[in-house]
């Protein structure tokens, strides 16, 4: 999925109407993305492989959301299996399990609230416990590796997928705004990093934890995505409404995120002089289809894959 640099969002508090309007994006996203998953098949195949699936598995996704990566799993199993999404917030299991419903896979799944700290489910149940943008929200991603351990059978799989810290922009026609955007996206990083003792690029020290957690046989694979506004794959209107509600949720938190862009290292003068930048390039592409599908701006990204064994 295309999204416009630098800045990551945290969910916040929201009005009424901005959280409803957030909904029906991230519904809409959601179709989206599988959309651009059909369109690359090799990613299927990384994952099938990497994550050896298959059927008869049991499998957990922990921190699983709507489920819709516990759901793209098993329909990567190519046959039957059973998996166990869990997730700490019940409003997102009741739309998981309306999701699954829909889809036709209630018998295989099924969704248990809990935390991925102290997982409602007994030892040595899984063949793979997984997760997916999970670890990068927490304090401590060793100690929810090994209760994710303590789950899965002898010399089976645990898994994480979290970005990473190779991550590309360039617009061709501003260089002075790709360097901004960089400075700023480094900034975003480390205040979290300080204010919240997090670390949203956790996708290379996986391996590490997967270690402290004592799992062995500690593997990684790269899957990375490459977008272009100019790309004919991608509808204009899906692009444009990406953009505005990207836009949107700028402005919203432009507060906040100027404190932690400073808290990050930032100069107030180039905090304001990257929104001014980053709103006049949004404005200037809403207002132009013909700039829009012919801009050539590369974004890139990274995600992070990593399995270890428990041991027996």
């Known amino acids: 999925m295309s999204r416009h640099p630098p800045v990551r969002h945290p969910i916040r508090n929201r009005s009424v109407s901005a959280q409803a309007f957030r909904v029906r994006y991230l519904r809409r996203s959601r179709e989206l993305y599988r959309r651009f998953l059909e369109e690359k098949p090799w990613i299927a195949q990384l994952y099938r492989h ?3 699936l ?3 598995l049991k499998i957990v996704d922990v921190g699983c959301g709507t489920g ?3 759901r793209y799993l098993v329909r990567l199993c190519s046959g039957p299996c059973i998996a166990i999404g869990v997730d ?3 409003q997102s299991l009741r739309a998981a399990e309306e999701d699954t419903k829909k889809e036709g896979l209630s018998e295989q799944i099924s969704y248990k609230l809990g935390d991925v700290l102290r997982i409602p489910i007994e030892d040595c149940y899984s063949d793979l416990t997984c997760c997916r943008t999970l670890l990068m929200h927490l304090q401590n991603p060793r100690r929810a590796v090994s209760e994710m351990a303590r789950i899965t059978k002898p010399s089976g799989l645990v898994a994480a997928i979290e970005g990473g810290r190779m991550v590309s922009f360039l617009d061709p ?3 002075d705004y790709t360097e901004l955007s ?5 900034a975003w990083l480390r205040s979290i990093q300080r204010l919240e003792g997090k670390e949203f690029k956790i996708g290379e020290r996986l391996p590490s934890i997967f270690q402290e957690a004592g799992l062995y046989e500690i593997r990684s694979e790269i899957h990375a995505d490459a977008w ?9 209107h899906d692009i444009k409404a990406q953009l505005q509600f990207e836009y949107s949720l700028s402005r919203e938190n432009r507060g906040r995120d100027g404190k932690y862009l400073l808290a990050g290292g930032l100069s107030r003068a180039k905090i304001s002089r990257y ?3 980053h709103d006049r390039r949004v404005r200037e592409l809403l207002s132009d289809d013909k700039k829009l599908r012919t801009d050539t701006s590369f974004y890139g990204a990274t995600f992070v894959l990593v399995t270890g064994r428990r041991r027996r």
């Open 54 to 56: 298959r059927r008869g």
């Open 88 to 90: 700490n917030k019940q």
């Open 173 to 175: 026609r501003d260089e």
């Open 50 to 52: 990497f994550l050896e």
């Open 182 to 186: 960089y400075e700023a996206n480094q």
């Open 275 to 277: 929104y001014r930048m």
């Open 68 to 70: 819709d990566f516990t």
């Open 228 to 236: 272009l506004y100019c790309d004919p794959r991608r509808r204009l």
